[in-house]
C-alpha cells in the first residue's frame, strides 16, 4: 500500500524568501516521488521526479527537492519565492511494482508581494 | 500543439443524462489515466490503460465506463449522472519505462451536474 501526505493547507511566504512545501510518503517497496502544480483552471504540470541516489533533486522553475529516506520525506523547496509561484501544489508517490500513482491532498501556496 | 487534450473543457447536464469526455495525447505514450479531482481539490485516480489494456480499476461505479480504441484515445463515459459526479475530470498520460516517467495531464473538463 502507498500513501502520501501533505500536512500543510496553506504556505503563505513574501517574495523573495524561501519556500518549503512539506511532503511524506509511506510505501512497502522503493518510492518514485514527484512534485506537481496546478495554477487555477488548468490541469496538473510536473516538476521534478526523485532519481535513486539523488538526495537533492532539480526541476523546473527554479524548484527543487530533498529526499529523505530515514524521514521518508520529498519536501519542495525554493530559495527565493516569486509571486508567480502562487498555486496549488501536489506531492505523488508511487510504489515500485505498482502502476498506480496517489496524490497528496495538495498545498495552496500563497506569495505575497 | 497541445500535448494531452480533452473535451469537452465545460460540461453542464441534469441528473440522470448520460455524457462522455473524450481524451487524446500526441506525446506517444503508451499508458492514459483519468483522475477526478473533487471541490477540495483532492485527486483521485479512477482508471488506467495501457496499450488499450486496463490495468487500474479502482473502486468507481459501475456507472462509469472507459474505452480505448487506441493508445492514443482514452474516453469515459458516464451513465445516470448523479449530482455527486460533479467533479473536474483529468486525463493524463505517461510512458512505462524504467525511468519513472511522470504524468502529462490535460486541462480538466469541469462536469456540472444539475
Known amino acids: 500500500a502507498q500513501s502520501v501526505a501533505q500536512p500543510e493547507d496553506q504556505v503563505n511566504v513574501a517574495e523573495g524568501n524561501p519556500l518549503t512545501v512539506k511532503c511524506t510518503y509511506s510505501v512497502s517497496g522503493n518510492p518514485y516521488l514527484f512534485w506537481y502544480v496546478q495554477y487555477p483552471n488548468r490541469g496538473l504540470q510536473f516538476l521534478l521526479k526523485?532519481?535513486?541516489?539523488?538526495?537533492l533533486v532539480k526541476g523546473s522553475y527554479g524548484f527543487e527537492a530533498e529526499f529523505n529516506k530515514s524521514q521518508t520525506s520529498f519536501h519542495l523547496k525554493k530559495p527565493s519565492a516569486l509571486v508567480s509561484d502562487s498555486a496549488l501544489y501536489f506531492c505523488?508517490?508511487?510504489?515500485?511494482?505498482?502502476?498506480?500513482?496517489?496524490f497528496g491532498a495538495g498545498t495552496t501556496v500563497t506569495v505575497r508581494a | 500543439d497541445t500535448a494531452v487534450s480533452q473535451t469537452p473543457k465545460y460540461l453542464v447536464t441534469q441528473m440522470g443524462n448520460d455524457k462522455s469526455i473524450k481524451c487524446e495525447q500526441n506525446?506517444?505514450?503508451?499508458?492514459m489515466y483519468w483522475y477526478k479531482q473533487d471541490s477540495k481539490k483532492f485527486l483521485k485516480i479512477m482508471f488506467s490503460y495501457n496499450n488499450k489494456e486496463l490495468i487500474i480499476n479502482e473502486t468507481v461505479p459501475n456507472r462509469f465506463s472507459p474505452k480505448s480504441p487506441d493508445k492514443a484515445h482514452l474516453n469515459l463515459h458516464i451513465n445516470s449522472l448523479e449530482l455527486g459526479d460533479s467533479a473536474v475530470y483529468f486525463c493524463?498520460?505517461?510512458?512505462?519505462?524504467?525511468?519513472?516517467?511522470?504524468?502529462?495531464f490535460g486541462n480538466g473538463t469541469r462536469l456540472t451536474v444539475t
Open positions: 506525446l506517444g505514450h503508451d499508458t
Open positions: 505523488a508517490v508511487r510504489d515500485s511494482g505498482d502502476y498506480k500513482l496517489s
Open positions: 493524463a498520460s505517461s510512458r512505462r519505462d524504467r525511468n519513472n516517467s511522470p504524468l502529462h
Open positions: 526523485y532519481i535513486t541516489g539523488d538526495n
